[in-house]
């Protein structure tokens, strides 16, 4: 017997429900037909080797959109998902068959031989023939815009109620697409031969066991491929010699996001979060829509009333009627909201967009799935530490006294070691100490694929992390390459990898002679040995290569920072400021005594040796002033030896850059020395009139750098009239706007104040102090 698409209920061979992937409409008409029909067994395009997960569909704490996910098990990063949301076709189906106990099973090719010819239909040259049989069919029907084309046609009939036949819808669509594969062929994709041979298979084996009583669930574009006449050896042909792996599939959760992007199985969808709503709403789904938006709207502080919410409704249905459009559909209601909401700007719109015409759902699957051993070892971490995975970005602060925050930090560095980046440091918006961390969690279904890829190092985050780190320790080509994994071992709490890490380490510092490698290497070693106290970490081997590395860095820096140019001398600027910061860090760390001091000889041998770079000069000048082991008239002789009328404009200019242009408080620093001042507007307003030009760039960079608030204020003590002679405190009268010298009982009345502000006192110790 020949398979009926859409046809009648009377007996004829397998019923084929031609749809559209993830739509709403396609997803009703499936329910009706499938009411109406009342098949013996339901077929649904899918990877077979996935039947055995069909029954966790009916799960209480399955929840869509989720996803079938296979992946080569020699190769787990080969992988294909199969998304689903609770408006898809194939999950209405499935779910229909699970509650009223009608076998049901996927049908499509095996994904052993998908996963295989993957790799091959990615190295083969794209065919720029590919047919959109939806722009086609709207095209045909004056339509230049295929998702209105459909949202007309299937979307908003079939929200207007049941036809009098359930089956006449996909009848239609069949004998379109009938039209369009004799057109076309196979419209450019070759591969769905194969495909569509694997299902009349598979069709006809279901066959065999639940007879003529059945519903085959597939893309429109496929039901005259199954409705064709063909035999079992020309199909079995067609999949003769195929490669193949060994497959693994389960179930894990996917978001409305990736749905409405344009790759793999979700492509197309440009709005999921409206389809959701249309599938879901009862009744009256442009006024539940208006709700939610203004709902939304109203929790960022915009002023939405009810009046608002039914005039954006009449306005739909207006702008529905004017454009000829059976129904109101997302542009309409985009509109209404635009005009009567959002006050006609994009900028509160663009928020609509993002949370309800897209969307953040994130799905959820049981614990019963199958999952790689190291999936199921973060699933109960994530348990522990309360820690959910969730589609939404959000911040995350730690206290890494704590013992839970602690714990956490540890598990987010693990995963990023493993390659998987479900959490990205930030900048915390508070202290900035080293018992804070800052993160940026997003979780996204790709994760999965990543946790798969890494089971290969074990079967727990933290044993995988350890052999993933001793693996890349041996493999690593650079000192800094080293020095950076034993900063993520430390904070990631992996003592055992460290031996092989600093064994490493110990080996590539030895034969690197560059200086430059040494320096770079020196700022992570820093931070590790301070992270190794926050976290009571062993660091004694750390602590003597670090001043070691220390002690070559200040011996060989100098030498290294002569006779470069303009690019190599930025570079060699930004490894001064991390030796810099790194000494800092070591003071009390490591057991080298009077490195400070070694570091600051460095400092005033860079200052003044003219075959350093201006940058460099200018820079090595600040850190010795902000360190306090340079007096503030040495530092005015320094800069007026830089900006005399023979130093040539581009160095002077580089080094004010040097000196004011990047390190912290720059702009305050002339603030409040208006002797430092009235040196750079004296060299500025001097520079001739043909060099201005050339020096322009490098100063507007320095300058921009500052805050408003510091350029304000530079500008009116520049209008007000600076002066080289303009000193204050021990070294002269003071300058306009500033007292003689330093009154010590005004600076100590804010001293409790900015110790608050920096967590420094607690309120307890504030009671005890009181």
Known sequence: ??????????????????????????????????????????????????????????????????????????????????????????WVAIRWASAHGVPVRFVDLPAAYSLALAERREDAPKDVRAVDPLAVLAGAAGYDDPERWWEDVVEHRSADGRPADPLAPFAALAEAMTALREAYGDGGHPQDAVREACMRLRIRTARKEFGDSIAVVCGAWHVPALSARTTVAADRALLKGMPKVKAELTWVPWTHRRLARYSGYGAGIESPGWYGHLFGAPDRPVERWMTKAAGLLRGTDRAVSCADVIEAVRLAGTLAALRGRPAVGLDEATDAVRAVMCGGSDVPLA???????????????????????????????????????EAERRELELDLRKDTDAARSRLLHRLRLLGVHWGQPTAGRGSTGTFRESWRLHWEPELYVRTAEAGVWGTTVSGAATARAESDAVSASSLAGVTALAEQCLLAGLPEALPVVMRALVDRAALDADVGHLADALPALARSLRYGDVRSTDTAALEEVTAGLAERVCVGLPSACTGLDADAAGEAQRRVDGVHTAIGLLVGAVRAEGLPERWAGVLHELSVRDAVAGAIRGRATRLLLDDGRLAGSEAARLMGLALSPGTAPADAAAWIEGFIGGAAGGGLLLVHDERLLGLVDTWLTGIPADAFAGVLPLVRRTFSAYEPGVRRTLGELVRRGTGTAGTRGEDGPAAPGFGEGLDEERADAVVPVVRLLLGLDTPAERAAAG
């Open 1 to 90: 017997m020949t398979p009926r698409a859409g046809g009648t209920s009377a007996p004829g061979g397998p019923l084929l429900l031609g749809v559209r992937h993830h739509g709403p409409g396609s997803a009703r008409a499936v329910l009706a037909a499938l009411e109406s029909a009342r098949p013996g067994a339901v077929l649904v395009e899918g990877p077979p080797e996935g039947d055995a997960l069909l029954p966790l569909a009916s799960h209480s704490r399955m929840r869509p959109p989720v996803a079938l996910l296979a992946h080569a098990v020699d190769d787990p990063g080969r992988a294909a998902f199969w998304p689903m949301a609770d408006f898809s076709p194939e």
């Open 351 to 389: 928020l609509v967009r993002d949370r309800l015409v897209v969307g953040e759902v994130l799905g959820e699957v049981p614990d019963t799935a199958p999952a790689v051993p190291l999936q199921r070892d973060l699933d109960k971490q994530q348990r522990t530490l309360r820690l959910r995975p």
